[in-house]
């Protein structure tokens, strides 16, 4: 069996906790481990390789995630822009062979019964040696309005329905024979392309013309952006599964949540005595029911009185404060900061690169202050801007920097200057860590404005 974790999404609905250069899938939510991690090792149980799909912003990020749970036998397939899970899923399976069973799992959900999830895969696979399009159905644990549904009798779909209204959705609960849509799907890679290709012609030709076009390295699969625009968007259920003759359903109870609002993460996290998911950094006077969450680099108190029912969402640069009962209204939030054009939904408080990490101190009218970590062995890109200068301080270890023709070796507590305009890389050859401040000064500072000339990483402008 190979796993195929589709990593693509944004997690909007989880902001600000989530952002577009680290989404929730990535997030250490839950211990030691994200979900994405937390996903790749159950299923490494059961699995032989695995297949991710992702955009290329996060490929870095996923890779570096797999490497700290020790996990081999990868490979990547990026895509420069979403086109919803039909696209993702078929990409993939056009690089197996026919007969190679797929297990399709989204890297953003939450398992928490192992054990019934093993049992329910092993059916599913079942399922699938003999033809079948396999998805997981989740027995409900009451009527949610927010899921889709599957009516099944027995291990046979009838049909497929929408997310309910809250009587509607009662009546399913009732009813007995409706599972919630988890999303987990199982089958043989060429039943699904053929299925496909039977439904969905045109976007089928689409990605079989996109995979014969794509750039090939190693393990590693990168989608052209003009042939990844060619595919129509769509999801697997309109696209085959609600279409198809061959769906099959494994009813399971596995401990399965989305977390697709605060509310539902509420559920999920441990909680004190009155209620209050637990933060150690919490000081409560008669408060009950929140959600409490705080940054976790950050020694700053989040004390509250008579509150209940209530979400605090403390991070760095940004504090979401709101009833639980809102938790949906997050999404109508993202899309009024997308109007401003807010930086706030794409930049986390530290941003994982393929040669290190960046943290944003401080920043102001015509400047910007950066923490920058360079692993050893690694180097940024030969790059330059147009609107800002910059100052870097070594504070450990040595740069090798290049600023124009001259390369300079800069230690710990001294500072080299580079124009705007100046082609420069910073470079760390040594066996520590390299750790510099960076002080921006400009008209713009913005993450947009860099010119790449060469990049070890393969990284466009």
């Known amino acids: 069996m190979i796993n195929l974790i589709l990593c ?10 989530s952002r577009t250069l680290l989404p929730k899938q990535f997030v250490k939510i839950f211990g030691d481990h994200s979900l994405f991690q937390r996903i790749a090792i159950v299923n490494g149980g059961f699995c032989s390789k695995q297949c ?45 062979s026919p007969n ?24 599913a696979g079942e399922l699938a040696e003999l033809g ?31 997310k309910p209204d809250l009587e509607t959705a009662k009546k399913y609960i009732a009813d007995g024979n409706f599972y919630w849509n988890s999303g ?35 393990s590693l699969v990168r989608i052209h952006h003009e042939d990844m625009m060619n595919i129509p968007s769509d999801s697997i259920d309109y696209a085959v599964m609600e279409k198809s003759k061959k769906v099959s359903v494994v009813p399971c109870s596995i401990g399965w949540s989305d977390l697709g609002s605060f509310e539902s993460l509420y559920k999920e996290l441990p909680h004190d005595i009155e209620g ?20 976790p680099t950050s020694n700053r108190e989040i004390a509250t009185i008579d509150l209940e029912n209530m979400m605090i969402v403390d991070t760095i640069d940004a504090l979401l404060v709101a009833p639980l009962s809102s938790s949906q209204k997050v999404k109508k939030l993202v899309d009024s900061l997308k109007e401003k054009h807010s930086d706030l939904l794409h930049t986390p408080q530290t941003v994982i690169r393929p040669w290190g990490t960046y943290e944003v101190i401080d920043e102001g009218e015509r400047f910007k202050v950066k923490c920058i970590c360079v692993n050893p062995g690694e180097r940024l890109s030969l790059q330059k801007h147009m609107h ?47 750790i510099i401040i960076e002080v921006q000064v400009g008209e713009y500072n913005g993450e947009d404005d860099i010119i790449r000339m060469d990049d070890d990483y393969k990284r466009h402008k």
């Open 8 to 17: 693509g999404g944004a997690g909007t609905r989880l902001w600000p906790i």
């Open 184 to 218: 987990i799907f199982c089958f043989k890679a060429g039943v699904f392309l053929s299925e496909l290709n039977e439904y969905a012609p045109a976007m089928f030709n689409a990605c079989k013309e996109a995979r014969q076009k794509a750039a090939t390295e190693d």
């Open 100 to 123: 190679d069973i797929v297990l399709v799992s989204p890297s953003d959900h939450l398992i928490r019964d192992a054990e019934s999830y093993s049992k329910a895969v092993k059916r």
């Open 276 to 295: 209050n998911t637990e933060y150690h950094h919490h000081t409560s006077i008669n408060s009950k029911n929140c959600l409490i969450m705080g940054n």
């Open 388 to 434: 800002r200068s910059e100052h870097w301080v070594v504070v450990s270890g040595m740069a090798t920097a290049t600023i124009g023709e001259e390369t300079a070796y800069v230690r710990p507590n001294e500072s080299i200057y580079i124009s705007a305009g100046t082609l420069h890389r910073l470079q760390n050859e040594g066996i520590m860590p390299l």
């Open 52 to 96: 991710i799909v992702s955009n290329a912003e996060q490929y870095f990020l996923a890779r570096e995630q797999l490497q700290a749970i020790s996990l081999d036998k990868t490979s990547f397939m990026l895509e420069p822009i979403g086109r919803n899970t039909a696209p993702a899923i078929a990409l993939a399976c056009l690089d197996l």
């Open 132 to 162: 079948n399009l396999v998805t997981f159905g989740l027995k409900p644990a009451g009527p949610e309005t927010g899921y889709g549904y599957i009516e099944a009798s027995g291990e046979s779909v009838k049909r497929f329905v929408e």
